[in-house]
């Protein structure tokens, strides 16, 4: 069996050195914001040339965090996409405020740039692109859109580790970035973490109360915060993979461009980058026609597949209160209907590449 992610693989390689680790923390007693903590923050934003760093419990709280230090509140908006997992939706309503959707570019599955000024109202209060599956959208419009009009710009960069647009790493435009450390990302946790990047001290200061209740100190509030805390055991584990992450992404690349050097002439669509981008290629994402024949044909081999992501935000049953219906947001729909995840990760060989392209193109239909 070829898995889309091969998670028993990239353990079997790294566990001698995650097991030291995590026997550290456990011999030290010290499950809470301890030194693997700070440590990797520091090392985290380091690696991305990021002013502040700080480490919370997941992608989704990442995300609640930022929007809350940066003052979005109940009754503003933010812009996103409908073509993203549900949690970047969600944490914006946590935060109070209403998500307003523009449709993503038909080539990158990011978006659409072009539309952002029309969904601007006098109670927007931030722009929150997705980096989806590691490709970074178009920040330079986008900035500049997000100035004109004294808006926040959020990154969403859940799918995005190490990606690169035009030579700066994602996460480093806007005022704040969240990462999610879900295990099946290029860099997971063994359970749930996530970070935020904020490009002021201050909005890092509130980022840290807020995760850890609202403390001044052990038992001093001035704020109502949460208890979105990154535990040691997972920075421990974040650390060790943190070393090989540059290595993992490089070999992404090369699959990813073994599979384009395969595919790109037969007539499937496959998800392109912008000129002078590196995608992270958390994910390597095809448009077909006939997607669950090619699904089934493709599990009978041993090959996983996926689905990232069948039903857009606007069309989903938690969200019908704002009131969109089908062809509101035709290119998100329309990508829903015929994208396709094939493997992709650093334990997949040249091998494995060249026979997972030669199965698919037997029974693709572009």
Same mark, same amino acid.
């Given at each position: ?5 091969n ?5 079997k ?6 097991l ?10 010290s ?18 040339e /990021?002013? $502040?760093?700080?480490?919370? %419990?997941?992608?989704?709280? #990442?995300?609640?965090l930022? !929007?809350q230090?940066? @003052? ?6 933010v812009i ?17 405020a209403k ?12 978006m ?7 969904a ?14 590691g490709n ?43 990462f ?12 749930? /973490?996530? $970070?935020?990047?904020t490009? %002021?001290?201050?909005h890092? #200061?509130?980022v840290?109360? !807020?995760?850890?209740? @609202? ?9 109502v ?17 943190l070393?090989y ?27 392109q ?6 995608s ?6 095809l ?5 669950l024949?090619?699904?089934?044909y ?13 039903v ?10 704002l009131?969109?219906k ?9 990508a829903a ?10 334990e ?6 060249e ?11 572009p």
């Open positions: 069996m070829i898995p889309l992610v998670l028993p693989g990239q353990y390689k790294i566990k001698k050195e995650i030291e680790q995590i026997e550290v923390v456990l011999e030290s007693c499950f809470i914001q301890g030194e693997f903590v700070s440590e990797f923050e520091n090392k985290f934003a380091s690696m991305h /990021a002013n $502040f760093g700080s480490g919370c %419990s997941n992608g989704t709280s #990442a995300i609640h930022a !929007l230090a940066l @003052g979005v509140k109940l009754g503003d908006e996103t996409v409908p073509n993203t997992f549900f949690a970047t939706a969600e944490a914006i309503l946590h935060a109070g998500p307003v959707f523009v449709d993503i570019d038909s080539n990158t599955h990011n659409d740039v072009s539309q952002i000024e029309a601007i109202t006098d109670r927007t209060r931030a722009i929150m692109p997705v980096h989806l599956y970074p959208a178009d920040m330079a419009p986008l900035m500049n859109i997000a100035k004109r009009y004294g808006l926040f710009v959020i990154e969403d960069c859940a799918q995005a580790h190490l990606a690169k647009y035009r030579g700066q790493y994602v996460g480093t435009f806007g005022d704040a970035a969240t999610s450390f879900y295990p099946g990302k290029n860099l997971g946790a063994y359970g749930d /973490a996530g $970070f935020v990047f490009r %002021s001290r201050a890092e #200061a509130v840290r109360k !807020l995760l850890d209740h @609202g403390r001044m100190s052990k038992y001093e509030h001035d704020m915060g949460y208890n979105y805390r990154m535990d040691e055991i997972q920075a421990a584990v974040l650390l060790v993979k070393s992450l540059r290595k993992w992404t490089e070999i992404r690349r090369k699959n990813a461009e073994k599979y384009k050097s395969l595919i790109s002439q037969t007539g499937v669509s496959i998800v980058s912008i000129e002078g981008t590196e992270a290629h958390h994910l390597f994402v448009e077909v026609s006939n997607r024949e090619v699904m089934d493709m599990k009978s081999k041993g090959v996983g597949t996926s689905i990232h992501y069948p857009p935000l606007h069309l989903q049953p938690a969200l019908a209160y009131g969109h089908t062809g509101d947001f035709p290119v998100s729909e329309a209907q015929r994208v396709l995840s094939l493997p992709l990760c650093a997949l060989t040249e091998g494995q590449v026979f997972i392209s030669q199965e698919f193109l037997k029974i693709v239909r």
